[in-house]
């Protein structure tokens, strides 16, 4: 079965530092997503991608954050100046809706540590 | 905006009892719902999802869900739970007709004792 595929699994960085992290989805899916779930906490949304644009994002979202789609095959969130609070495990989706209703597939997930 | 309620974050059971995790979710509009596992050291997977229709549905290893529209609750059930079933359990939703990112629950960390 088709997964997910995220890079690396665990990412310690000074805090900060800017730290890309790497998702591979599906490779037929239209959607793009990521999540992140602080320790303890649920698993919260950031932001979706869809034809090459940000179609929404969340409050958590803000200008330290961006994405971007570099290639045919991978998306990556990128944090621009790291806080101690975005240690996290940040989790990749993908889905193959257009037009909806359509599920999403969730990566291993980064682990993000902020030193 | 959405946001979902799982009421036991954690459920301690035995092998062969029965299971019903509890989810309510706030939103006046069309939406899907999902339930996800996660398994020990394991990614997100798909349990199962509503999107239209019966209201009944049936997922991966023997779990099924019903959707209660008017008590906005969509609780996940399993007749007879088994070792290999301890997991966190998240109940998630978002708007119908799109794409839009989901809504977690807080989780439901289920432990079956042999």
């Known amino acids: 079965e088709p997964e997910v595929t995220q890079t690396p699994s665990h990412q310690v960085t000074q805090m900060g530092q800017e730290v890309i992290l790497r998702c591979v989805p599906i490779?037929?899916?239209?959607?793009f997503y990521w999540y992140r779930q602080i320790l303890g906490q649920k698993v919260e949304f950031l932001v979706s991608?869809?034809?090459?644009?940000?179609?929404?994002k969340s409050e958590i979202f803000d200008d330290q954050f961006s994405v971007e789609r570099p290639d045919g095959s991978n998306f990556t969130l990128k944090i621009r100046s790291t806080k101690l609070e975005d240690s996290a495990m940040y989790f990749c989706?993908?889905?193959?809706?257009?037009?909806?209703?359509?599920?999403?597939?969730f990566g291993d997930g980064t682990r993000l540590s902020i030193l | 905006a959405q946001s979902v309620s799982q009421h036991n974050h954690h459920v301690i059971l035995s092998e062969a009892a029965s299971l019903e995790l509890g989810c309510n979710y706030s939103?006046?509009?069309?939406?899907?719902l999902f339930w996800y596992v996660q398994y020990p050291g394991q990614h997100l997977q798909l349990l199962l999802k509503?999107?239209?229709?019966?209201?009944l549905v049936k997922g991966i290893k023997g779990f099924e869900a019903e959707f209660i529209k008017s008590k906005f609750s969509f609780n996940l059930r399993k007749p007879s739970v088994q070792w290999s079933d301890t997991a966190e359990y998240f109940c998630?939703?978002?708007?119908?007709?799109?794409?839009?990112?989901?809504?977690f629950g807080k989780g439901t960390h289920l432990i079956i004792q042999p």
């Open positions: 939103y006046g509009g069309t939406v899907n």
């Open positions: 490779s037929n899916h239209l959607y």
């Open positions: 509503y999107f239209s229709g019966d209201p």
């Open positions: 991608f869809y034809n090459n644009e940000i179609s929404e």
């Open positions: 998630a939703v978002n708007k119908g007709g799109g794409a839009d990112g989901l809504t």
């Open positions: 989706a993908s889905s193959a809706s257009q037009g909806g209703n359509q599920p999403q597939h």
